[in-house]
């Protein structure tokens, strides 16, 4: 074990391996158990930074608390574990003081949903320009295993054993009821649909939604596993949903697997844009 790790924290060694790869890996070893999803994520973030070249010094990744919380110590660039449900108001902060930056938020569907879930409408309705990824494994991971605001309905948890009395929010609906003008999904399993996905919500001048499907290997055993997932998860294709309302409702309702890009008004102006103008007229 200590020779992987020596040979992880060997950045000559890796930068030879996985050419500059590295550049947004930091050195601390990701904590999270075998097998999470969550490397995936990291994964497919570190490929759309490298594409898009961004510089480490002009990014922030925020975080709230919970396993997707400790997410920045996993990325080289600036980087702020906040409190739980936090992330967005804090990358908010961040963004409106410093607008030359590219700001990603991080959560779980707990601190996401649940404690945060406050935050998310008002983000949403200023579009302010960030970029929001949300890490759904449908359980708190870092506490054991209670259900989350995503947990189906009947499934046991630890903090249900005999099953989840609640019905589960549908992140994807909400966000569009928010009116978010960037809303997609992504799949932990295929970091390289991921990664453009990262890429065209960064891109996005205003806030952008990324609900992304992800297991909890330790807690979870029946809901969103691999297998599971792997079974139910498909690609979406492009089309006039991305700019109908409507449309992209109908698969929010009807299709809870399906990734790519949901819905992408591309003619609102982001928050800093709409007070400059408000302040030169
Ligand atoms: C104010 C507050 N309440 C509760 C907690 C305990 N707590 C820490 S993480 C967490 C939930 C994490 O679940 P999620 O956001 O889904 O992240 P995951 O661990 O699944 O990545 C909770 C309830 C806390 N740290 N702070
Ligand atoms: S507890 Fe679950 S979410 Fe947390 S690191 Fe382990 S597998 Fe991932
Ligand atoms: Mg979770």
Redesign the pocket.
């Known amino acids: 074990m200590e020779s992987i790790k020596e040979a992880y924290l060997d950045e000559k060694l890796e930068t030879v391996r996985q050419g500059d790869f590295l550049k947004y890996r930091s050195k601390d070893l990701p904590?999270?158990?075998p097998?999470?999803?969550?490397f995936g994520i990291i994964d497919a973030w570190y490929k759309a930074c490298r594409e898009m070249e961004l510089k480490h010094e002009d990014i922030v990744a925020v975080s709230g608390i919970?396993?997707?919380g400790r997410t920045p110590i996993f990325l080289n660039s600036y980087g702020f574990h906040t409190l739980h449900g936090r992330s967005i108001p804090v990358a908010c902060g961040l963004k409106l003081a410093r607008e030359d930056l590219t700001v990603f938020a991080f959560a779980?569907d707990g601190d996401a949903l649940g404690i945060g879930g406050g935050h998310l409408p008002h983000v949403a309705r200023k579009n302010i320009n960030l970029t929001f990824l949300l890490?759904d494994?449908s359980?708190y991971?870092?506490t054991?295993?209670q259900s989350s605001s995503t947990t189906p309905f009947e499934m046991k948890t630890s903090s249900h054993p005999v099953g989840n009395p609640d019905t589960p929010l549908n992140p994807i609906k909400l966000a569009l009821a928010y009116d978010t003008s960037f809303v997609a999904r992504g799949y932990a399993g295929d970091p390289e649909g991921l990664k453009e996905i990262i890429k065209a919500a960064t891109l996005h001048q205003g806030f952008s939604f990324i609900h992304i499907l992800?297991?909890?290997?330790?807690?979870?055993k029946e809901n969103k596993t691999w297998k599971n997932l792997k079974e139910k998860v498909h690609t979406l294709t492009p089309g006039i949903h991305e700019q109908d309302m409507e449309a992209a409702m109908r698969i929010a309702q009807n299709d809870q697997y399906g990734v790519g890009i949901i819905f992408h008004d591309k003619n609102r102006p982001h928050y800093q844009d709409v007070l400059r103008s408000m302040n030169k007229s």
Do not use: Q, R
Request: glycine share 24%.
């Open positions: 904590t999270w158990c097998g999470c999803g969550y919970g396993c997707a779980g890490f494994n359980i991971g870092l054991k295993g992800t297991p909890c290997v330790t807690f979870d």
